[in-house]
């Protein structure tokens, strides 16, 4: 219960029996960000990006550090597109929504910005595989960015896809031979 006492040649006490906590505005409604998809993107292209999130309602501005994003789109109460620019430095940034209703979230550094020309591969496991089973195969290094295409020599890995550690991660085709990566 909140209570509001008036000063002055007349003192009251009002008590109210809402609580204002649990509604527009109040912290019970405040928009959060939990995550981004993709949680990262080459600087070299405009990326579509979805955030994920509670009490999006209204209209709203989508950040990636302090850069705008363009066509904001609501598709829920718990979701948002939005489109990262290009040209944004490399690095990790934090992704923050304005809501014109429930105010502001941040999701600390949600969203990272590469420059996929800079791709560094370290290692590859396994070295090996036998051709007439899909085998998966995990590429460590640095700058991949999803989407991502992984050839084995003449075979495109299968299910390629950036983990969330920033691996590259997928399965060799069945029948793409014998021989080291």
């Known amino acids: 219960m909140a209570a509001l006492l008036l000063m002055g040649a007349l003192a009251a006490s009002i008590t109210c029996a809402r609580d204002f906590s649990r509604h527009a505005g109040g912290a019970a409604n405040a928009v959060t960000v939990d995550s981004v998809t993709p949680p990262s993107g080459a ?3 405009d990326v579509t990006i979805t955030v ?5 309602a209204g209209s709203h501005e989508v950040y990636v550090g302090a850069s705008a994003c363009t066509g ?3 598709v829920s109460r718990n979701l948002l597109n939005a489109v990262v620019p290009a040209g944004l430095n490399e690095g990790s940034y934090n992704v923050t929504v304005i809501s014109s209703q429930n105010g502001t979230g941040v999701g600390q550094s949600a ?3 590469v420059d996929p020309t800079l791709i560094e591969v ?3 496991t396994p070295v090996e ?3 007439d089973v899909e085998t998966p195969v995990t590429i460590t290094g640095a700058h991949f960015v999803a989407p991502v295409t ?4 003449a075979f495109a890995l299968l299910s390629a896809e950036v983990t969330a550690a920033g691996n590259g991660h997928g399965n060799s085709p069945v029948g793409a031979g014998r021989g080291r990566v």
């Open 111 to 113: 969203y990272a910005v």
């Open 150 to 153: 992984v050839d084995l020599g």
């Open 52 to 56: 994920k999130g509670t009490n999006f």
């Open 129 to 131: 595989g036998v051709n």
């Open 72 to 74: 904001v789109v609501l």
């Open 122 to 124: 370290s290692s590859v």
């Open 43 to 45: 600087n070299t292209a």
